[in-house]
């Protein structure tokens, strides 16, 4: 008794309304593969044309038509819908006189196009509930399982089937395959390494399984109690953590409850490096800093070979001292993949490119996917997922005539996942073409002139605009100040009292809520509860030859229009000049000489800001990096301020 295809039949044929044809294609599907058409091993699928498709018509409007209805019908339509769509665009051949027709029947109209192969290569078996034994779909099934556990006299003995909504027998439990080796010849992958190929995840080698055995380990072991849990979710609370970590909330003092990856990651980055000093040995803590350390270098969006170098350095520290530190059960095989990490990233890139959180956030658009809310989603699920993972490489190989042009642009969006919005009330202007290198330069060179005109990355164009207002006389001061120094124009003059209207500078600016620069978001301190505000840059110091990195806080971003005068003989000889200057107005912290934090990368600031200048106008170019903060005290009840400094993003 094959019961998984009673499943698969009675899932699709409720969703696409085409009994007959499509218990035909999935009993032959599910056969040995001897069928006629029907090639289910990878052997025999690497010799065939993916995309065959020998009964499309040969006529160009008809391959669009024809095309058209299978992506539409694939993404939008379910149950009874397609079979009438494709009756109504019958119809409407007949009313102008055209001699094609489209098959009656969905799975006829699959065939034609060859959009059911990209499904053929899909396996389901039977999964046991509680022992999770599969059954292959070409063995007979018995209604029990029969897997004996190892030491156990007994059979599992698990009921595997169930009778389903329409009364027919279907497995309690199903597993769905497709052969990845075939999904990469599909696309033309010949030169795939399997071996090679396997990637160390990098979401859960780094945060879902070391973090979490140490917290667990230092719980068990009594190091972290109840009251210090307490003690660090209380310091957890005054932070305010960048726009881009997860905000732990209240899961510190729970004892860290049902993490999720993103939640580790900013256990790990952000918070771990301010609350775990007071609470363990400081041996243990500095063994941790050199996991927090790895994780600094590995997990940047741009990353460079000697940002690896140290990462694995960092690693290797990390699990040598563990094993000195702690006893044997606390090394795992996943540490012993931390030392192997490196390999991946070398062959791969940087890890946002291909860690799970993508793919993990995929689960949530899988929940779109239109089923008929019954029995067996699965293979509804696997056959949509197969079918859209081709849809682009069946429409190129679909339309080659050059007349066929013009219809592309209507399947791409049949074809994409997801479609760009357009945003009203928003501001772009000309400007140079934006170099990354300069834009890397700009904020780690401080002693490299910037001006706040230099080109950005083209997606910070796209800004949702305030009407322009007067700047207060207060603010507006510092900028002229700041233009003077950074133009060399000490008689520039302001706008109350110009001599002429070419040497002074204006008073109306345009706030603007938020900058995106490269996927890093800015914003001003009263949004988002100041998250996205605190930020550090890099100044010379008096000296001119060291560099300190001052923290503060946006108080607003916004765009200011400048020309210097013309008879500037040096401006004149600089390349195409741009007015538009994009600033963020910052309020500074000072500097405290304490670096008892200095193991942990943790700077400490004056809990108040300095007195407002010129360097309060800060170009958005000129921010190195991103930073949390945390209030906290000194023995002697000071107030200060923990900055932890986290890189930015570096990518569109």
């Not at 009756?87 to 001699?99: A, C, S």
């Not at 291909?354 to 509804?380: A, P």
């Not at 207060?472 to 706008?495: F, R």
């Amino acid at each position: 008794m094959m019961a998984d295809n009673v499943s698969v039949d009675n899932e699709i044929s409720e969703v696409n309304g085409n009994d007959s044809d499509i218990e035909r294609d999935m009993n032959s599907d599910s056969g040995s593969g001897e069928e006629e058409g029907v090639k289910t091993d990878v052997e025999e699928f690497v010799n065939e044309d993916p995309f065959d498709a020998p009964n499309m018509p040969e006529n160009p409007v008809h391959q669009f038509i024809t095309t058209f209805a299978i992506l539409f019908i694939s993404r939008y339509v379910v149950n009874k819908g397609a079979a009438i769509l494709i009756e109504f665009i019958n119809q409407l051949l007949k009313i102008y006189g055209k001699d094609f027709q489209l098959p009656t029947s969905l799975i006829g109209l699959q065939r034609m196009t060859g959009f059911s192969n990209y499904a053929n290569g899909i396996k389901k078996s039977v999964v046991c509930e509680d022992c999770h034994k599969v059954y292959e779909q070409d063995v007979p099934l018995p209604t029990h399982c029969d897997f004996k556990k190892h030491g156990s006299q007994s059979a599992c003995n698990c009921e595997l089937m169930k009778v389903s909504s329409s009364g027919a027998m279907i497995a309690k439990r199903s597993y769905i395959y497709n052969s990845i080796q075939r999904s990469l010849q599909l696309h033309r992958l010949g030169y795939f390494d399997l071996v090679r190929g396997t990637i160390i995840d990098p979401m859960h080698n780094l945060f879902l399984g070391t973090p979490k055995r140490m917290m667990e380990w230092w719980i068990k072991e009594g190091l972290i109690d109840d009251r210090k849990l307490a003690t660090m979710q209380t310091m957890a609370e005054t932070m305010v953590v960048p726009m881009d970590y997860v905000v732990l909330k209240s899961k510190i003092g729970k004892g860290f409850p049902y993490i999720k990856a993103g939640e580790w990651k900013s256990w790990v980055l952000v918070y771990s490096p301010i609350l775990l000093k007071a609470v363990l040995p400081i041996e243990m803590f500095r063994n941790w800093i050199s996991f927090v350390d790895a994780c600094r270098q590995l997990v940047k969006p741009s990353i460079t070979f000697s940002d690896i170098d140290d990462g694995h350095k960092f690693l290797q520290e990390f699990c040598t001292e563990c094993q000195r530190i702690y006893t044997p059960t606390i090394l795992t095989c996943n540490m012993h993949l931390h030392l192997h990490l490196h390999e991946t990233i070398r062959d791969f890139g940087p890890v946002y490119g291909y860690w799970l959180f993508g793919f993990e956030q995929y689960n949530g658009l899988l929940k779109n996917v239109n089923t008929n809310r019954k029995d067996s989603f699965e293979v509804t699920y696997m056959n949509s997922f197969v079918q859209d993972t081709f849809k682009g490489d069946f429409v190129h190989a679909a339309l080659t005539c050059p007349s066929q042009v013009p219809f592309l642009p209507l399947l791409a969006k049949l074809t994409a996942t997801t479609q760009p919005s357009t945003s009203k009330n928003t501001i772009t202007f000309p400007q140079r073409p934006f170099r990354l290198s300069a834009f890397i330069q700009a904020y780690s060179n401080p002693s490299l002139p910037v001006l706040g005109n230099e080109p950005l990355p083209p997606s910070a164009f796209t800004l949702h605009i305030e009407p322009p207002l007067a700047m207060s006389d207060v603010d507006y001061h510092h900028l002229l100040d700041y233009y003077k120094v950074a133009y060399c124009m000490p008689n520039l003059e302001g706008y109350q009292h110009p001599s002429s209207p070419f040497s002074f500078a204006d008073n109306q600016i345009i706030k603007l809520k938020s900058i995106n620069l490269l996927g890093q978001v800015y914003k001003g301190c009263k949004y988002a509860s100041g998250r996205g505000s605190f930020v550090q840059s890099l100044f010379l110091g008096s000296q001119g030859n060291n560099r300190l990195a001052y923290t503060g806080q946006i108080q607003y971003l916004f765009l200011h229009s400048f020309t210097p005068p013309v008879d500037n003989t040096e401006l004149q000889t600089r390349v195409v000049y741009q007015d538009k200057h994009v600033f963020a107005y910052v309020k500074w912290f000072q500097i405290e000489h304490d670096h008892s934090r200095e193991l942990e990368s943790v700077d400490i600031c004056s809990a108040d800001f300095i007195a407002c200048d010129f360097k309060c106008i800060l170009p958005v170019h000129r921010i190195s990096s991103v930073v949390a903060t945390c209030d906290y005290k000194t023995s002697t009840n000071n107030k200060k301020i923990l900055v932890n400094a986290l890189s930015h993003k570096q990518y569109n």
